[in-house]
């Protein structure tokens, strides 16, 4: 309870609790239902209206005289009394909010006095079981970057109450965090759980993995009708709140199919509608997938043009650039004009070097991101920590091998003569890697045939009994691509890159990484370890970064870059996404060979306020929200 008193006013906080039948319960979804009810504490009555589904609403006073206890015998007229509800949260039976009470009386200094007292009674008598969640004795690491400090933290309903030592409150389940980590969610910035949702919405992979917040519609792809998208998720509701960008391969798609050509004004103009209805409709920002098909075929000032418009309702460029290996250094250039040009922040995504003949090169990378930094662009970049990354079989062949749609490709592939040219394409790029064969190129999931999932190009040209060379390889690749293709994981890139990489300060985590189908397919194991990697082998093993720091790249500079409000710190009146954890065990199992393995460490996990890991078992809850972007307050 705060209270504050003046000559002719006091100003007090105070909780109420109170209970409703459950017939008269809100229904989730409906936008203008309103319940009446009669809120008592101790002897203080008051009758009020409130908006079952607004925070933040005024409420209106129905009957407000003589409210105080007639036993103490103060007896005075109000003059108005308001009451706002700052924050509640609605279950199917017990109601819980906190409310501000604005009392202006005429009244001497004797009656407030015994006003205040009443008040303290009455605080004191409602001091039982006044959280929902209490989590005891923890190691708090709240997302800033400070250090940590012991003290507990107290939920009411989704969010945070108090923050502290020694928690002046009871509740109704207390966790006992001595000897673990208590910190923010962890914030996903680079996911493509598109298509994953109903296959298992309750996104085991990223909750194991401390993860309660991701952001999807990466590298181009994503849902083009971002409002039918979130409705779709508000009905299925996923155990992880979502934030998504949108794709800017998918919006061309819609307009233009797969071909290989500039826009005309007429469809640049109808991408540029698509783009603007999403960030209304609450997208985050905009992605960029610029070595995939048909967004590899678009010039920087189409994309430029469409960031302007994401511009426009505040939001995010994010990019997987044209190239992450000997044309790097013109790939962040590119990046770094469309932010200068559109006038939006940037975020370069899986920031890394690939190729052998590319190791090294993290230095002068990172270099061309600080000066931009230094010159006030509000450039960042994200990473996975493994040396390998996970894309489509395509990718080894050129662009315009891929042009028009699929039955084009099959039958460019079908002629001798293109593919001689995409053998010599491929020899260069082979070469170019210092490398013989592609041994490096391990298949996650070929859907014409499982069994060969788990195996290198090279394993299944042996496997199909071809001769063991780079050229034969070429042609299993090709084929492969004719009956549909195949998602991958390439093995290129240098530890020390990884790690030099990972000190950049103005770098988050990210898995790249969809929901998980346990044991469906060899995915890339960082769909189920990214956090604790990180926590594991980065922090505690090889003491690249500290704890403090890995906890705020994962929290709070996740939610200050895409503006997720009440998100990435523990603080009172913050959502209360929480993961508590043990330093000294926290593990990443999943392995390139077994990847479907869930961390270990991660003792509980909170998601608004709901438990839904608890000792390393999902609980089944299914409390995430849909988190818009700042377009979508722009028209509320």
């Known amino acids: 309870m705060k209270v504050t008193t003046g000559s002719d006013k006091i100003m007090l906080e105070i909780e109420i609790a109170y209970t409703v039948p459950q017939s ?18 101790a002897s203080t009555k008051i009758f009020v209206i409130v908006p079952a589904n607004r925070i933040h609403t005024q409420c209106r006073i129905y009957s407000a005289n003589k409210v105080l206890n007639p036993e103490i015998n103060l007896r005075f007229s109000l003059a108005w009394l308001c009451v706002m509800v700052s924050t509640y949260r609605l279950f199917t039976a017990r109601q819980k909010i906190t409310i501000f009470l604005i009392i202006v009386c005429r009244a001497n200094m004797k009656i407030i006095l015994y006003f205040l007292f009443l008040v303290s009674f009455c605080s004191d008598s409602f001091s039982q079981f006044n959280c929902d969640i209490l989590i005891r004795h923890g ?17 009411r309903g989704s969010r945070i109450v108090f923050i502290g030592r020694n928690a002046p409150f009871k509740a109704e389940k207390v966790i006992d965090a001595k000897g673990m980590i208590v910190s923010p969610g962890f914030i996903d910035v680079h996911t493509h759980i598109e298509g994953d949702e109903i296959d298992n919405p309750y996104a085991n992979n990223f909750i194991a993995d401390g993860v309660t917040t991701v952001i999807t519609g990466n590298c181009g792809l994503s849902n083009t009708d971002i409002g039918k998208y979130f409705s779709f998720l508000d009905s299925l509701h996923l155990s992880i709140n979502v934030a998504t960008l949108i794709g800017h391969n998918d919006v061309r798609r819609a307009v233009m199919g797969e071909v290989n050509r500039a826009p005309t004004s007429d469809e640049l103009e109808r991408m540029k509608g698509i783009v603007g209805r999403a960030m209304k409709d609450g997208a985050v920002g905009m992605s960029t997938g610029l070595i995939y098909i048909p967004g590899t075929y678009s010039k920087t000032d189409e994309i430029v043009s469409l960031a302007k418009v994401v511009a426009a309702y505040n939001g995010v460029y994010t990019t997987h650039m044209r190239d992450e290996g000997d044309s790097v250094v013109e790939a962040i250039d590119e990046a770094l004009a469309i932010c200068k040009e559109a006038n939006l922040p940037v975020e370069i995504s899986h920031f890394k070097l690939s190729g052998q003949q590319n190791w090294g090169r993290s230095i002068q990378t990172l270099g061309i991101v600080k000066e931009a930094r230094e010159h006030g662009m509000d450039v960042t970049i994200d990473q996975y920590p493994y040396t390998a990354s996970s894309s489509s079989l395509n990718i080894l062949l050129p662009d315009w091998v891929l042009a028009d749609g699929r039955d084009s490709v099959v039958a460019r592939l079908s002629r001798k003569e293109v593919r001689k040219q995409v053998e010599a394409y491929m020899t260069k790029k082979l070469k170019n890697r210092k490398l013989s064969h592609l041994g490096y190129a391990m298949v996650a999931n070929y859907k014409t045939d499982t069994t060969l999932n788990g195996k290198s190009i090279e394993a299944i040209n042996l496997i199909w009994k071809r001769k063991h060379d780079a050229v034969h390889e070429f042609q299993t690749v090709m084929d492969m691509v004719s009956k549909g293709g195949a998602s991958m994981i390439y093995h290129g890139m240098s530890e020390l890159d990884v790690q030099n990489i990972m000190k950049y300060p103005f770098n988050m985590f990210a898995s790249d990484a969809g929901i998980r189908v346990f044991n469906e397919g060899v995915p890339h194991p960082r769909g189920y370890g990214t956090n604790a990697r990180v926590l594991g082998k980065y922090v505690r093993r090889e003491k690249i970064i500290s704890l403090e720091e890995a906890i705020r790249r994962m929290t709070s500079l996740p939610a200050q870059k895409f503006q997720l409000k009440s998100r990435g710190l523990l603080k009172e009146g913050y959502a209360a996404d929480i993961v508590i954890f043990d330093p000294a065990k926290v593990k990443d199992m999943s392995v390139y060979e077994r990847p479907h393995q869930y961390s270990v460490g991660f003792a509980y996990v909170l998601v608004n306020g709901k438990v839904t890991f608890d000792h390393e078992v999902h609980t089944g809850e299914r409390n995430g929200e849909v988190l818009y972007g700042p377009g979508k307050d722009t028209q509320q």
Do not use: S
């Not at 190691?139 to 939920?155: E, L, P, Q, R, S």
């Open 24 to 41: 008269i319960c809100h229904r989730r979804g409906e936008k203008e239902y309103f319940f009446k009810t009669l809120v008592q504490l």
């Open 139 to 155: 190691k708090i690491i709240d997302g800033t970057g400070n250090n940590w400090f012991y003290g507990d933290v107290a939920v």
